[in-house]
């Protein structure tokens, strides 16, 4: 404003600063009122997300494979059943694909016998959820209600030191996945 | 003038000036227009009121007050949430017994979880109406006045009636028993089917990779303080931009009766004080308004039908309460799913939509949850919030039931309504287990509830 009055040599590089140092302080000021406040809200948010986690592990030991019955045995706290025939075993989840309840297994009154992921497999129960009505076949496949997807294979396999099934639910196997012990 | 309020001390004559009170006492039986007024203006719990209001407004079969109910619900919820959060403790460990001790051993403790119980699901259906009468008369529509902004207000409305349904859905969590575990499942599982961002958002909201303390307390901190906190806030602006708004669509309605063409050009009426010096409130220029009878005093009139309506809430729930108990499922057991798992009433339509809703195309799939718990809810507030600026109905239909110019918006919004009332009783009456199909008088085959 007050270059305009000193009109000369000088009146028009002015810098910002000299031209509103009132200005410019204000916006400094409300610029860092601002950034404070946000960091504050930032932080608050952040200390919600948990940088460690108290969640039980992703790999446990199941028992000796010896132990396990001819068929179908679930686990609930793994939500998982555990299938053996004779010396072959293999895992399938037991969270429904749609919004994550628990299904339950069903046995047939005849079991079929079939290929799945290129290899026979005897398939001895079906799967249904309580929560919406899904259904599935014995080898996870999704064939009614709203489940979007097969139920997970889990990897297992047999544990070095005491050979008992380990099973690891972070890693999913396509249905192919046999483990055999001998 | 002088005044028979105070009768044991005089009235100065300096205290008859305008703004100035004779007494900080008002009386429920004014005997003057003026007393009427000083009743307003020197009250605190009566100053969101106006000094006189349109009559018609004050019609029980217009607005059937349910707004007014809603807010005595509210009102009830909050004094019954008070013993019960000193009696609640919010621990995986200890809630649920701490639901059971209130329900079985604390005196009285029945009785206040059932009144706080019953007042929110009355509350959710009690909003849903109050939704539904300002929708079907087009109370979101502006009249006469300048400056009013209607629409707002019923976006803030919008927004309390969401808050209400997180607020009944943090509120069931709290047990700890099936009923919670699972819908904590479900809800969380629903945020998760969002694309990219579902997963951190269910991580966030449990605190972790599974359901364990840190989800339970955050539901907790959720339902006694934050939203409790944001709704209470919401309440206070609804309250005061109906003022700002020149009163209910139906004040306009009656003012618009009068012929508009003995207006003299002094007479102005305006809403609020600031608004005179200003020039930007709502001021209706009318003569309708001014007329006795088409107005009266707020006090009595408006207090003692606001009365009538609180206490009746309060008298209802409370005598309900006495006879009707509040259920309690077995504890939370993450390894054993309710056959069949079903959320609340006022849930079920949501249920039955994400089990409809996986849509198959090709091999290309689209999980029900995202489709029907996201996307499909997401429209309809989304319409719903939009509305007030798509409804291109005359002003002449504000505040009106079933105006002929909104005829056909009216009946969308009633098929819809219906829609979902008839999904929420197939959801209620005709599941069983395994979210079957079975007739209501159908008896549900026996299954064994564990492996």
């Keep these: 404003m007050s270059d305009k009055a000193q009109a000369g040599p000088r009146a028009e590089p002015v810098t910002f600063f000299k031209k509103n140092r009132r200005e410019f302080l204000l916006r400094l000021g409300t610029g860092a009122g601002i950034a404070a406040i946000g960091y504050q809200g930032v932080a608050s948010l952040r200390s919600l997300v948990p940088n460690v986690s108290y969640d039980a592990p992703t790999t446990v030991k199941v028992g000796l494979p010896g132990d396990f019955p001819d068929g179908l045995k679930f686990l609930p706290d793994l939500r998982l059943f555990v299938f053996r025939e004779g010396k072959v075993y293999h895992a399938i989840s037991a969270v429904c694909t749609h919004l994550g309840c628990t299904v339950r297994a069903e046995a047939l009154s005849q079991p079929e016998r079939r290929s799945v992921g290129g290899q026979e497999l005897r398939l001895t129960h079906r799967f249904q959820c309580p929560c919406h009505g899904s259904r599935y076949e014995g080898d996870g496949t999704n064939v009614s209600g709203p489940a979007p997807k097969p139920l997970a294979w889990y990897q297992l396999s047999v544990a070095p030191d005491d050979g008992q099934l380990v099973v690891d639910l972070a890693a999913e196997v396509d249905h192919d996945f046999r483990l055999t012990v001998a | ?451």
């Design chain 2, 1 to 451: 003038m002088r005044f028979p309020m105070n009768p044991l001390r005089p009235v100065a004559p300096e205290e008859q000036a305008p703004g100035v009170h004779p007494t900080p006492l008002w009386s429920v039986r004014p005997q003057s227009d003026r007393q009427a007024g000083d009743a307003v203006v020197s009250n605190f719990l009566l100053h969101w009121f106006p000094a006189k209001v349109s009559k018609a407004s004050l019609d029980w079969n217009y607005s059937f007050w349910l707004g007014t109910v809603s807010a005595a619900l509210l009102l009830l919820l909050t004094l019954s949430g008070f013993p019960l959060l000193f009696l609640y403790v919010p621990s995986i460990e200890r809630a649920y017994s701490s639901i059971k001790d209130i329900e079985f051993a604390v005196t009285f403790g029945s009785w206040i979880r059932s009144v706080h119980r019953f007042s929110a699901h009355l509350m959710v259906a009690a909003v849903f109406l109050h939704l539904a009468r300002v929708f079907l008369t087009g109370a979101y529509k502006n009249g006469i006045g300048q400056g009013q902004r209607r629409e707002w207000n019923w976006v803030i409305g919008v927004v309390m009636l969401l808050l209400t349904l997180f607020l009944s859905f943090t509120g069931y969590l709290l047990p700890w028993d099936q009923l919670a575990y699972w819908a904590v499942t479900v809800g969380t599982n629903i945020a998760s089917s969002i694309p990219f961002v579902g997963d951190p958002i269910r991580e966030l909201m449990l605190g972790g990779r599974t359901i364990d303390q840190p989800t339970l307390i955050r539901f907790y901190v959720l339902h006694v303080l934050v939203l409790p906190g944001v709704l209470g806030l919401l309440l206070v602006y609804h309250m005061w931009r109906i003022r700002k708004d020149a009163g209910l669509a139906r004040a306009d309605r009656a003012a618009r009766l009068e012929a508009p063409a003995v207006v003299t050009p002094g007479q102005t009426k305006t809403y609020t004080l600031l608004g005179v010096a200003r020039g930007t409130a709502p001021t209706v220029r009318t003569t309708a308004l001014e007329t006795p009878d088409t107005t009266v005093n707020s006090v009595p009139d408006l207090t003692r039908r606001a009365m009538i309506v609180t206490l009746g809430t309060i008298a209802v729930l409370s005598i309900m309460s006495v006879f009707l108990r509040s259920p309690l499922e077995e504890a939370a057991n993450a390894l054993v799913t309710p056959n069949p798992a079903k959320a609340p009433w006022y849930f079920l339509w949501l249920q039955e939509i994400v089990t409809l809703t996986t849509v198959r195309i090709g091999s290309f799939t689209i999980n029900g949850a995202f489709l029907g718990g996201v996307i499909l809810p997401g429209l309809l507030v989304g319409l719903l919030t939009v509305w007030p600026w798509l409804d291109r109905s005359p002003s002449a239909a504000a505040g009106v039931w079933f105006p002929q110019s909104r005829r056909t918006q009216n009946i969308v919004f009633l098929v819809l309504v219906l829609l979902i009332l008839t999904l929420t009783f197939v959801g209620t009456f005709m599941r069983g287990p395994y979210w079957q199909l079975y007739w209501p008088w159908e008896t549900w085959p026996d299954i064994p509830t564990r492996l």
